[in-house]
């Protein structure tokens, strides 16, 4: 401390650039425990809300696991799809693979509500959609996992963005691995995340070309051993009408997020194109392997699903400066 002393000024110039560097280092990052002092109880709050959601709404876990997917997938994870429409602005919501399918934006108001009384203007509701991810997927008996956080909200939506960057149900394998490949996601990262599919539901109307396809009939053999599966189906899903009904993506452990959805795609009882084709249309055989080692092993499942959603959670990413924390996720805070 004597040199401290002798030059006072020097212990000023220490404590700025170390400030600085402690800023610069921040950027762009996120981190455990980043609201310990700031919101200590922010995901206790979270997880809380999440399990009253479920116990009210079973289907509410995937509702809330997907909003995090579509989320990322436009211009980053920074709640863009959380927001409404202005008059200056069209909401992601409005794009065709949310339209009369996206839900649990009202689950995503409660959990706002409660953060802003407990830590005003702290928790972003980008880390929301990224804890309520996690704790969704928990309350089905999927693993858990470490939300690293720091995220904050960005200030518009890209309605045709969401229109373009999220995979449809019917995509082909091709187009699937271009939409993750264009967020640095790999095609281990696809087969471990189209996982999700072990739980939640899909409208009809999603599903249809699959089982009221030209070429289903053309490929009997192929078909043979699934005719009942497109019986149930078409009994559910008749080919003219009821567009909005509702078929349970797994339908052998619809409730459990587990690996049958990999069992369900080697026996081509996958409920979207998108699903099967990971085996019809892998040339390489590459996909393929690891549908069946996920298929065989859940545990390896659940590990590789972890690293691809923390990977799928730190896409574009706004911190420090960038953005704002929103105190209503649905609008910026100056309107």
């Known amino acids: 401390m004597g040199i401290i002393k002798r030059f006072p000024t020097l212990w000023l110039v220490i404590i700025i650039l170390h400030f600085h560097h402690d800023v610069s280092s921040y950027d762009h990052q996120l981190y455990l425990d980043y609201y310990k002092e700031s919101c200590p109880l922010a995901e206790e709050i979270v997880r809380r809300q999440v399990e009253i959601a479920v116990l009210k709404d079973p289907r509410a876990a995937a509702s809330l696991l997907r909003l995090h997917f579509h989320d990322c997938f436009v211009m980053g994870c920074d709640a863009s799809v959380l927001l409404d429409s202005t008059s200056s602005m069209t909401s992601e919501k409005q794009a065709g693979p949310n339209l009369n399918s996206l839900r649990g934006f009202k689950v995503i108001d409660k959990i706002k509500q409660v953060l802003e009384e407990a830590c005003p203007n702290t928790v972003s509701c980008a880390d929301v959609l990224a804890i309520v991810a996690r704790d969704a997927v928990v309350s089905r008996g999927g693993p858990s996992w470490p939300v690293e956080l720091g995220r904050r909200d960005s200030l518009k939506a890209s309605f045709n963005g969401a229109n373009r960057f999220i995979p449809t149900p019917n995509s082909s394998l091709d187009a699937l691995i271009s939409n993750f490949a264009a967020q640095g996601l790999d095609t281990g990262d696809l087969v471990a995340l189209s996982g999700s599919h072990t739980i939640g539901v899909s409208r009809c109307v999603s599903f249809k070309p699959r089982i009221y396809g030209d070429n289903l009939d053309a490929e009997n053999d192929h078909y043979k051993r699934v005719t009942v599966f497109h019986r149930i189906l078409r009994s559910i899903c008749p080919q003219s009408g009821r567009d909005n009904a509702i ?54 499942f659940f590990r590789s699903f972890v690293n691809s959603i923390i990977k ?22 100056d309107l």
């Open 247 to 300: 078929v349970s993506l797994d339908l052998k452990t619809p409730g459990f997020f587990d690996n049958q959805y990999y069992r369900n795609v080697l026996e081509s009882k996958g409920l979207l194109n998108s699903d099967n084709v990971l085996i019809s249309q892998d040339v390489k055989g590459e996909i393929s392997a690891r549908v069946w080692a996920y298929a065989s092993d859940e545990q390896l």
């Open 312 to 333: 799928m959670g730190n896409i574009n990413v706004l911190t420090g400066e960038e953005g704002e924390i929103r105190r209503s996720c649905r609008v910026v805070n």
